[in-house]
């Protein structure tokens, strides 16, 4: 589902205001960096939704703490370069 933004609101806004009363049980939402915020994953999470979202470098203790869990519950974690399209296992 999408929704068309104005140019008085924001992405973040609009995404928020949708995914307030949409039932999200067994839906998984996906998204890139800018919506890798506590408050949106708490709304679908809340919604007994699941997400997957892109986290950039710039965001060191989100990083870690993935890694953190991936090794705690041996998951594989890949990561893959824009440049080279290269993708790394961790």
């Known amino acids: 589902m999408q929704i068309p933004v104005d140019s008085k609101n924001n992405e973040i ?26 408050e949106i994953c708490n ?4 919604n007994k939704g699941d997400y997957i979202f892109i986290v950039k470098n710039n965001q ?3 990083i870690n703490d993935i ?7 041996s998951f594989p974690l890949y990561t893959q370069s824009k440049k080279t399209d290269r993708v790394r296992k961790y």
């Open 43 to 46: 709304l679908i999470l809340k």
């Open 13 to 38: 806004l609009a995404a928020k205001e949708m995914l307030f009363d949409i039932p999200l049980e067994g839906k998984f939402i996906t998204g890139d960096a800018i919506f890798c915020q506590k």
């Open 60 to 62: 060191k203790q989100l």
């Open 67 to 73: 890694k953190t869990v991936f090794k705690q519950h």
